[in-house]
């Protein structure tokens, strides 16, 4: 039988699949874009947020990560963040890895899905009591990274290590390059977890210190690094950070252009982390912040992850560095649901409350859980956000429990 084929149909339907190839590779480039978005919250840990100057170790409620999951998902929230620290693994190595994993088994169970953070707050525990982040082996052999020098944005000492860091200069006591030093740790991590189906990705590292306007593409090369190196174990969601101090008024000169220039150049399923502490909406400043992040995903085409929020007021302090003023935060469930609906109209990728912990702090909101004889108790502000999320985006609990 002959058979007559229609040449420009035959190019026609390859132009139709080709086409629906490169459709789906673009909507694999943009992580979870046919989905609901991750709503969560950010959740502490025990061994993995040890600082390498605590003496004693915080006792944690038994069972307190399978009880954590359970009580997050059963809440039908979908999505943690959790924080760990590099200096807590080199004080802890076996515990701390013994951590994750049973972070990864317990978000499987209760069908959680994690993003790792790799976290610091006033660089290290190194430069500042409080501080924790960096572990000390990058320090205690460099004379000019005096110890208990302060650890914050203003400070000479931290500016020193963040801007040896940027221009690859940090070591260890061993001569060892910190970039590596970094990615071989992380790498650990992915390793343990990234075939748990709970695994939604990583962090590189939160909220890097930005003093020079030079250093804006120095964070992008480090970035480009870390995704690089990343890429050789994982193909799951990567996310950077932004930057802080972030103060629209600073001379580091916080523009979208600038804070494009922080991105790696290997953008697939990469997000960008930013955190909002405030109604965008009833705040001027908060809005003009809010909408600098979405010029800047506009220019970069890459989806933002609120991976902290909350509601807080801030005073000007020390070298007109804002500190949050305890007395004067708080939040209410119309703060919680704008918010929310500020994220949703926005497209967000996805979304975690700051926070969860098992450890007392001085904000209350900070806190979603407290502790009474060993167990865990919801605070009010648990239920504000609970009531939020399905409020502002409904039943978004999609992912079902896989071994449970």
């Not at 025990?46 to 409620?61: E, F, G, T, W």
């Not at 748990?196 to 090369?221: A, F, N, R």
């Not at 929310?340 to 001085?362: H, I, P, Q, R």
């Amino acid at each position: 039988m002959k058979h007559i084929f229609n040449i420009p149909v035959i190019i026609f339907l390859i132009v139709i699949l080709c086409g629906n190839v490169s459709a789906i590779s673009n909507a694999q480039s943009t992580p979870m874009s046919n989905q609901e978005p991750l709503n969560g919250l950010v959740m502490k840990g025990i061994y993995v947020n040890l600082k390498q100057n605590n003496i004693k170790i915080p006792s944690a409620p038994p069972n307190y990560i399978e009880n954590s999951f359970k009580m997050i998902s059963e809440a039908g929230f979908n999505h943690v963040r959790f924080l760990f620290y590099w200096e807590a693994y080199e004080r802890d190595p076996d515990s701390f890895m013994k951590e994750i994993e049973s972070v990864a088994s317990a978000a499987d169970k209760w069908g959680i899905k994690v993003i790792y953070d790799n976290h610091q707050w006033h660089t290290s525990s190194w430069l500042e009591r409080l501080g924790t982040g960096f572990p000390w082996s990058l320090f205690e052999n460099n004379l000019k990274y005096i110890k208990d020098g302060g650890g914050n944005t203003q400070h000479p000492i931290a500016k020193l290590f963040w801007s040896d860091w940027w221009n690859r200069s940090v070591k260890d006591n061993q001569g060892r390059d910190g970039w590596n030093l970094m990615a071989d740790f992380l790498k650990k991590i992915v390793n343990v977890v990234d075939t748990h189906p709970s695994t939604t990705g990583y962090e590189i590292l939160s909220e890097p210190h930005v003093s020079t306007v030079d250093e804006w593409s120095k964070i992008g090369k480090f970035n480009t690094f870390m995704v690089g190196e990343l890429r050789n174990a994982t193909q799951k969601t990567i996310a950077y950070s932004m930057n802080v101090p972030v103060d629209l008024n600073s001379p580091i000169n916080i523009t979208p252009e600038n804070l494009a220039k922080m991105i790696p150049l290997d953008k697939q399923n990469v997000v960008f982390k930013i955190s909002v502490y405030g109604v965008p909406s009833r705040d001027a400043y908060q809005k003009e912040r809010f909408d600098t992040f979405l010029k800047t995903r506009n220019l970069t085409g890459i989806p933002l992850y609120v991976g902290e929020w909350n509601n807080v007021v801030r005073t000007p302090g020390e070298g007109g560095v804002f500190t949050i003023n305890p007395n004067a935060s708080q939040l209410t469930e119309d703060d919680a649901a704008k918010i929310l609906d500020e994220f949703k109209n926005a497209s967000v990728w996805g979304t975690a409350f700051w926070k969860w912990d098992y450890k007392s702090v001085d904000i209350s909101s900070f806190n979603l859980i407290t502790v009474s004889n060993g167990m865990l108790l919801p605070t009010k502000y648990f239920d504000i956000l609970k009531n939020a999320v399905s409020s502002i985006y409904g039943s978004n609990k999609n992912y079902t429990s896989i071994t449970r």
